[in-house]
């Protein structure tokens, strides 16, 4: 195989694809390993969880029949507070309030 | 191969003549891919999270209900239950809901026996006086979102209100790990006695029970005798709740995916188009290749090339990109999407996860089809007679 | 040769609109000949060139071409032996504008399994030949009449056929260029191919090198 063979468009699109093909594998490589290297938070998610006794996820606390959608009752509008938002559709067009903005640093306070 | 390889390189001259066109459709395909991907990666993602958290769960809740809804069970019930053949043991559990008018949000309040010290292999941040103290009465480990939705630090107080309106404050001896934000963000855990008092549960009543069973198969037949043995209660199996996670993230990228569903339509309806004839040019170019000494199969060869090099590149970068966007830059706007809206909205990270299976369902969907759209009318117009499309000329 | 035995064409046959393209045409070219067949628009002398090179088949009848009856053979076949055998130069050259001189000419090499250096050298030498290495790489609808007639000359003879036909080769050249185009027939003629031009233009059927012409009319081959 020469110079000529390696450039020719065949060889350069076969290789593109090679390398895309490559690339995807490296994916799923890094999502396995990522699963492996995991193991040490599993154990303080399984702690966490025993401890709480849910392993219902914070993203939906808006209302509470979604923070814990296992462990509630039938699903109701406006039943979590006043003026409540209704949460569907409107959790996904609405922006929630931004905390993180404000900075706040975890010190260990002195007694 | 050489045959393959030079038709290849055909197909690619091909290819370039087009090569604005070509470009827009491989951009287009892959972008298709991109959006449809990162929905399945985001919702694997997060139902890989929740199914990880139910290993920890009490194999059996139970609750109690009146009119439908749940409300605080008898703590006598632990002992009733204890005595079903299988069970390890019965946790009584003090939960429930506070919603804070400061900041709007609704915050989740645990209490926890002072006697037990799990909670202290959480890795917990305390300051150095705390570290050894147990969660006594008038002290509260709290999430990072209500340390930030009320700025504390550690060592200060948190103010909260009882049913009868008066006014408790709780030390801060500790917050939760950043690294376990989706569970814990919005948590309050207290001692149980100070739990009873905030959430208004009697003495003598708790909000569930936890059961723990021996052996796991036996898990679907203690929920029965459960059932059996007391009245007006729920119970709620480990299983259960893994599923409804399942469905509750499914329903929501399913959700997504249907409202894209207009731009796989739109897609379909461009290989549809492709797939209903050839225009006049490129049947013209059929016949002259074949008056040339190319038979239908080389043609075929080709048509395939083309169609495989504008799909399989495309996909192949479109579920690379997802897969950068989501698990590499947190799959900005998409994200919020699946989770949902929050006043207190945990920042964290997923972890990859990637299923083969609904992969091949993507490319059986976009490339496979694609490909056929291509092949069929070039089948057709390559058995022609090539004279009859010289001829035209 | 070529022996084309009570050959007939019908296009569109039981339509209102049937065409009988050739009717009965008996003929036989010897190796190495070079014959011209002559007659009006719409003699048929298209039909027959597209029989003889194994394009389409006959309606009736028997076409032999260097010894195989390709009339019976299957499409593959057909295409097998047309790749193998002859080259053809079409009235309206049939070139694909877009792709490049080079392109052209080495497109009935790209479905064999020739190595690409192979390939890139026999383009090469035609263009040498056909005195067109100066435009190998522009695109042909760039390219004059007289240099796309050229190009369509290299890539009928790219896959050195033993059986070279012209159909009306001369229809888009003036004068001058109508006798390169012979002289270069000639030439071909001279390597020991057998030619089958089709043409009614007097600067090709006059030629020196023309062994023989035919006369056609309404689809028939006349007597003489």
């Known amino acids: 195989m020469n110079r000529e063979d390696l450039l020719r468009p065949s060889a350069c699109f076969l290789s593109m694809l090679a390398l895309l093909l490559v690339a995807l594998c490296l994916c799923y490589v890094h999502a396995i390993y990522a699963l492996s290297q995991d193991s040490k938070r599993e154990t303080l998610r399984m702690g966490t969880v025993s401890v709480l006794g849910s392993a219902d996820l914070a993203i939906n606390n808006a209302a509470r029949y979604i923070r814990h959608v296992s462990l509630t009752d039938v699903s109701t509008p406006f039943q979590d507070c006043p003026g409540g938002l209704d949460y569907f559709p409107g959790a996904i067009s609405v922006n929630p309030p931004d905390f993180m903005g404000y900075v706040t640093r975890f010190e260990e306070v002195e007694p | ?393 | 040769m070529i022996r084309v035995v009570n050959a007939s064409k019908i296009y569109n046959k039981g339509q209102p609109n049937q065409v009988n393209a050739v009717v009965e045409a008996n003929l036989h070219v010897r190796h190495g000949e070079m014959v011209v067949i002559r007659g009006p628009s719409g003699s048929g002398k298209t039909s027959l060139l597209i029989l003889i090179g194994c394009i389409a088949r006959p309606s009736a009848g028997e076409i032999q071409v260097a010894g195989k009856t390709i009339s019976r053979l299957p499409e593959r076949f057909m295409t097998l032996h047309r790749r193998e055998h002859i080259g053809i130069i079409f009235q309206q050259f049939n070139l694909i504008q877009d792709l490049t001189v080079e392109q052209n000419i080495a497109l009935p090499l790209f479905p064999l399994g020739i190595s690409r250096g192979a390939m890139a050298e026999r383009t090469r030498q035609l263009l040498s030949r056909l005195r067109m290495e100066a435009r190998s790489s522009f695109l042909v609808k760039q390219l004059s009449g007289g240099e796309q007639q050229r190009v369509a000359i290299a890539r009928a003879l790219v896959n050195n056929p033993d059986i070279l036909l012209a159909d009306e080769p001369t229809a888009h050249l003036d004068t001058g260029l109508s006798k390169d185009l012979m002289e270069t027939m000639e030439v071909i003629k001279k390597e020991g191919r057998t030619i089958v031009i089709a043409s009614h233009d007097p600067l090709v059927f006059n030629h020196r090198s023309v062994d023989r012409t035919i006369e056609m009319k309404d689809g028939r081959i006349l007597e003489g």
């Open chain 2, 1 to 393: 191969m050489n045959r393959y390889l030079n038709l290849l390189d055909f197909t690619i001259h091909s290819f370039l003549r087009r090569k604005w066109k070509n470009l827009f459709l491989m951009l287009l395909f892959g972008y298709l891919v991109f959006l449809f991907s990162s929905v399945l990666f985001l919702t694997g993602a997060i139902k890989q999270e929740a199914q990880r958290g139910v290993m920890g769960l009490p194999d059996v809740t139970v609750q109690k209900l009146t009119a439908g809804r749940q409300v605080p069970a008898p703590a006598t019930y632990a002992e009733r239950i204890s005595e079903i053949f299988g069970i390890e043991r019965v946790d009584t559990r003090i939960w429930g809901y506070y919603f804070d008018i400061s900041t709007q949000a609704n915050y989740t309040i645990i209490g926890y026996d002072p006697q037990k010290d799990a909670w202290k292999d959480l890795g917990l941040i305390t300051s150095p006086a705390e570290k050894e103290t147990p969660l006594e009465n008038g002290k509260a480990i709290l999430g990072e979102g209500i340390m930030r939705a009320r700025h504390l630090r550690l060592g200060q107080k948190i103010g909260l209100y009882t049913p009868s309106f008066s006014g408790r404050s709780f030390k801060v001896i500790g917050t939760f790990k950043g690294s376990t934000n989706l569970l814990t963000y919005d948590v309050i855990l207290l001692s149980e006695e100070d739990a009873r008092e905030v959430l208004g549960v009697e003495q003598g009543l708790v909000t569930d029970l936890g059961v723990y069973v021996y052996n796991k198969n036996e898990v679907t037949t203690v929920a029965k005798k459960i059932t059996e043995l007391l009245p007006g209660i729920r119970v709620v199996i480990k299983s259960q709740l893994g599923r409804t996670y399942d469905t509750v993230y499914s329903w929501k990228s399913g959700f997504i995916l249907i409202t894209l569903v207009g731009c796989l339509l739109a897609f379909a309806m461009m290989v549809w188009e492709k797939a209903s004839g050839l225009s006049a040019e490129e049947k013209r170019e059929i016949g002259i290749l074949k008056a040339t000494g190319w038979d239908t199969s080389d043609i075929l060869i080709m048509k395939f090339w083309e169609s495989l090099g504008i799909s399989l590149p495309s996909f192949l970068l479109g579920i690379t990109a997802s897969y950068v966007y989501v698990f590499f830059l947190g799959a900005p706007l998409l994200k919020s999407m699946i989770t949902g809206w929050s006043i207190l909205y945990p920042p964290f990270e997923f972890t990859p996860v990637m299923n083969l299976d609904e992969l091949m369902v993507l490319l059986f969907l976009t490339v496979i089809p694609y490909i056929i759209s291509t092949i069929i009318p070039s089948w057709k117009a390559a058995i022609i007679d090539p004279d009859t499309v010289i001829r035209g000329i």
